[in-house]
Structures are given as C-alpha cells and as structure tokens.
C-alpha cells in the first residue's frame, strides 16, 4: 500500500506562481514514476507532468515552460512548481504514484 499527501494549492491571481508538493509512504519501489494529473469542472482528469525515479520527465504540452517537476527520491516527494498561472490551470490537482496511486486532490485557482 501506497499513501499520497499533498499539498502547496491556493488561490493565486494570474500570472503569480505556486508550489505543490507530493509524499509518499509506504510500500515504494525504488523504481517508480511519481507526477500530476489535474481536473477542471466538467472536464475529464488529464496529465500534467510526471517524473520516474530515473529523472525522465514529461510535461503536457498546455504546460511546457511554466511548469517544472522534480522529486527528491531520498523522500518519496514529489514537487511541481508552476509559473506563468493562467485561468485555464484552475484545476484540482491530482499526485499519482504509478498512476494507480491517486491522493486526496489539491485546489489550485487562478484568477484573471
């Protein structure tokens, strides 16, 4: 069993950053790939970046030079730093441990 706690969403005004950060605890596999998904109102979950214990990356193209994801893998944490907020990232934001592993969700909001 695998435990996600998130945290770092809020309400920021467009163009403002935020951090979110991802533990986990557990069960961990040395080799894994932690990353986020998000869901907006109405719309369906989609990837947002993840991240494998190797340090491959990969980002949705909605987010590629804003968004930055990294880990620290002596921590089972995962980070996400998001620039450049825009209205459309208004989301709650999903961490996911080998994308069968969800936690609780995170608000983040965005205001024009």
């Known amino acids: 069993q695998v435990q996600l706690v998130e945290s770092g969403g809020g309400l920021v005004q467009a163009g403002g950053s935020l951090r979110l950060s991802c533990a986990a605890s557990g069960n961990i596999f040395s080799v894994n790939t932690m990353g986020w998904y998000r869901q907006a109102p109405e719309k369906q979950r989609e990837l947002v970046a993840i991240i494998t214990s190797g340090g491959y990356t990969n980002y949705a193209d909605s987010v590629k030079g804003r968004f930055t994801i990294s880990r620290d893998n002596a921590k089972n944490t995962v980070f996400l730093q998001m620039n450049s907020l825009k209205p459309e990232d208004t989301a709650v934001y999903y961490c996911?441990?080998?994308?069968?592993?969800w936690g609780q969700g995170t608000q983040v909001t965005v205001s024009s």
């Open positions: 996911t441990y080998n994308q069968y592993t």
